[in-house]
């Protein structure tokens, strides 16, 4: 996964383009201090449940998704975002084709 340039304008949703059957993932940028990445799921795609160290925040481009957070489902849809506590079981279904962009900052 390529890291994007530094210092130019960006159409986030553009970066990643929707793929039949998968999710297709982007990194756009990364440091020792957190990273963020933008992802494109074709309807039905999911990540399974996980937990991470750190908070990440959800934020939808495109589409919609029902993300779950310690069994809660939440429907997020274009234009919408949720933080996804550290240390929670979380898992991301797309309920339709959706964008999102994922920043985690380590603390």
Same mark, same amino acid.
């Not at 530094?6 to 297709?24: C, I, P, W």
């Not at 039905?44 to 908070?55: K, N, V």
């Not at 310690?70 to 919408?80: F, K, L």
């Given at each position: 996964?390529? $890291?994007?340039?530094? *210092?130019?304008? =960006?159409?986030?949703?553009? =970066? %990643?383009?929707?793929?039949?059957?998968? @999710?297709? *993932? !982007?990194?756009?940028?990364? $440091?020792?201090?957190?990273?963020?990445?933008?992802? %494109?799921?074709? $309807?039905?795609? &999911?990540?399974?449940?996980? !937990? /991470?160290?750190?908070? /990440? +925040?959800?934020? @939808?481009?495109?589409? &919609? /998704? &029902?993300?779950?957070?310690?069994?809660?489902?939440?429907?997020?849809?274009?234009?919408? %975002?949720?933080?996804?506590?550290?240390? &929670?079981?979380?898992?991301?279904? /797309?309920?339709?084709?959706?964008?999102?962009? +994922?920043?985690?900052?380590? $603390?």
């Amino acid at each position: 996964m390529q $890291a994007t340039s530094k *210092s130019v304008v =960006l159409k986030l949703a553009n =970066l %990643a383009e929707y793929q039949d059957d998968s @999710v297709v *993932s !982007r990194q756009i940028t990364k $440091a020792d201090a957190g990273n963020v990445t933008l992802f %494109a799921f074709d $309807a039905g795609q &999911e990540l399974s449940e996980h !937990r /991470a160290p750190f908070d /990440a +925040l959800v934020h @939808v481009l495109d589409g &919609e /998704a &029902e993300i779950r957070i310690s069994g809660q489902p939440y429907t997020v849809s274009e234009g919408q %975002a949720i933080i996804m506590p550290a240390n &929670e079981p979380h898992a991301l279904k /797309a309920v339709r084709r959706f964008k999102m962009l +994922l920043t985690m900052i380590r $603390a």
